[in-house]
């Protein structure tokens, strides 16, 4: 069964930063490219990043361009995002996606749930002050 646990939101001031993982299991994680979207109260699905299944391709979005930092262990089956110079405009359930499939993935701002295979339950950032 495939499973992906996200973890290490919460509430932080404007400016701060958090680290988010997702732990998975279930599928060969090294096989798979991996994606971060996000889900704003109101809103609809964003596209955050993508990695490649071995790390060698990084693609974000504009809005968060320069301030976040997408990454993976292959050996500890795990995804991260660093989000840093946070902003009350990223409070959103953040949510780590596997791609559908081993040969293909998406990585722009037209990506939707449809696009992704697996998802997790989602970890909820809040940016306030």
């Known amino acids: 069964e495939v499973q992906l646990v996200e973890s290490g939101g919460g509430l932080v001031q404007p400016g701060g930063s958090l680290r988010l993982s997702c732990a998975a299991s279930g599928f060969i994680f090294s096989n798979y490219a991996m994606s971060w979207v996000r889900r704003a109260p109101g809103k609809e699905l964003e596209w955050v990043s993508t990695i490649s299944r071995s790390g060698d391709n990084i693609y974000a979005a504009d809005s968060v361009k320069g301030r976040v930092t997408i990454s993976r262990d292959n050996a500890k089956k795990t995804l991260y995002l660093q989000l840093d110079s946070l902003k009350t405009e990223d409070t959103a359930m953040y949510y780590c996606?596997?791609?559908?499939?081993?040969?293909?993935?998406?990585?722009?701002?037209?990506?939707?749930?449809?696009?992704?295979?697996?998802w997790g339950q989602g970890t909820q950032v809040t940016v306030s002050s």
């Open positions: 996606a596997r791609a559908k499939n081993t040969y293909d993935y998406c990585s722009g701002s037209w990506c939707s749930w449809a696009d992704f295979g697996y």
